[in-house]
């Protein structure tokens, strides 16, 4: 019982993370589209980040896997504000 309650609060966690990237890719968008965020910003941070995180020993493997995997949504996103077109 105990073991369903944990994967049901770790998945529900989940999902709030999720929306909440959803949320803040959208915000990033609006603000590139609109001027007042810089993509180029932006992307300077994504990248030091992904050269960081990996160095980073506090950090377990699904860690950096989740957080990496983050970055590189955003990266996605910021493409698709700038150029209009989905990244390769």
């Not at 529900?12 to 890719?25: N, T, Y």
């Amino acid at each position: 019982m105990k073991s369903k309650q944990n994967t049901a609060s770790i998945e529900i966690i989940s999902g709030q993370l999720v929306a909440l990237q959803m949320l803040l890719e959208a915000v990033i968008i609006d603000g590139i589209r609109s001027g007042a965020l810089s993509s180029d910003l932006f992307i300077s941070v994504i990248d030091q980040a992904m050269e960081n995180f990996p160095k980073n020993k506090n950090l377990t493997e699904n860690e950096l896997l989740g957080a990496i995997g983050t970055l590189n949504s955003t990266l996605a996103a910021i493409t698709v504000a700038t150029t209009g077109k989905l990244a390769e």
